[in-house]
């Protein structure tokens, strides 16, 4: 008798037992598949943000390779106006040197010493070949100069129009990284950012 109101008294024990095991499995099983999908989430943000930190990086270095355009722009420029003005100088001189030799030559070409005169003639076809060859090497100088001028001015026309669309695309993609950070932070429960980016408003 003692046994079976033994029995009888322990007969819901097992039942408990069953769906106490029961509940912790379900629990055990909710609380891995939230930590699960958490961490799938996290990588997921995470993939985000080096993306977004990669655009960041890209519009940086657009951005300082159109400085760079633009400073070499500008440096071909002032190196072609100061060959210009070189040349221009160097003209001048040749054509009153030209001038000066040619002036004294002609006059000895109406000397009445005849070898004296056929020198001063054959002096003027050196000095007339001298003057087209010292012309020839300005114009090629001219050239370059130009040439240079004009790989300047595209230089500086391209670096200002890439800084333009470097500058508004740097302007979107750190917005962006912005919103990738917070959202990052938030979902890893990162209260780090947070607490400093109120510092800095400060």
Sequence with gaps: MVFESLVQAFRP????AILLISFITTLIVTLVYKWT?????????????????AKVALNEQQLAKSDSLITL??????????????????RKKLDKDKAGSQKSLTKLTTS????ESVKARA??????????SDLKALSTRLKDA??????GNANLAKGKAGKKNAQDALKISR?????????????NGSTENATSKVKKKK
Aim: proline residues 1%; without cysteine; hydrophobic residues 35%.
């Design 73 to 90: 722009g500008t440096q071909m420029l002032a190196e072609a106006k100061t060959e210009n003005k070189a040349i221009e100088t160097d």
């Design 123 to 132: 002096d003027l076809k050196a000095l007339d070949l001298q003057y087209k």
């Design 146 to 151: 130009t040439k240079k001028m004009s790989t």
């Design 37 to 53: 999908t958490k961490q799938a989430e996290l990588k997921k943000l995470e993939t985000s943000l080096e993306a977004a930190k």
């Design 112 to 115: 009445k010493d005849k070898d």
């Design 13 to 16: 024990f097992p039942i408990l």
């Design 175 to 187: 917005k962006s990284l912005e919103i990738a950070q917070e959202k990052y932070d938030n979902a």
